[in-house]
Nanobody, 117 residues
Framework: QVQLVESGGGLVQAGGSLRLSCAASGTIFFSISVMGWYRQAPGKPRELVASISSGVNTNYADSVKGRFTISRDNAKNTVFLQMNSLKPEDTATYYC??????????WGQGTLVTVSS
């Protein structure tokens, strides 16, 4: 069974940085999976923050372009989200997501990021 475990969340002041990590385990083909980071703030729907394909093509929400960077280490089955110049509106629970074709989709348990003004 595939599992995703996020880490790296916490409390940071506006303008600061955090690096989220998501480690995948189980019977997977991580290198051919599309990995994504989503976030959900209280009272708001979950939204895509960034994604990275197996070919390392990346996609970002307009609100984080130029501030966040997604990357992956296939040797360690891990995806990262480097978040710089954080703003209070980035406060949310961040979720890691793995998609492999149409047959597999897995979510992590989430990690809370709080940005104080």
């Amino acid at each position: 069974q595939v599992q995703l475990v996020e880490s790296g969340g916490g409390l940071v002041q506006a303008g600061g940085s955090l690096r989220l990590s998501c480690a995948a385990s189980g019977t997977i083909f991580f290198s051919i999976s599309v990995m994504g980071w989503y976030r959900q703030a209280p009272g708001k729907p979950r939204e895509l923050v960034a994604s990275i394909s197996s070919g390392v093509n990346t996609n970002y929400a307009d609100s984080v372009k130029g501030r966040f960077t997604i990357s992956r280490d296939n040797a360690k089955n891990t995806v990262f989200l480097q978040m710089n110049s954080l703003k209070p509106e980035d406060t949310a629970t961040y979720y890691c997501n793995l998609k492999r074709g149409t047959t597999l989709e897995v979510w992590g348990q989430g990690t809370l990021v709080t940005v104080s003004s």
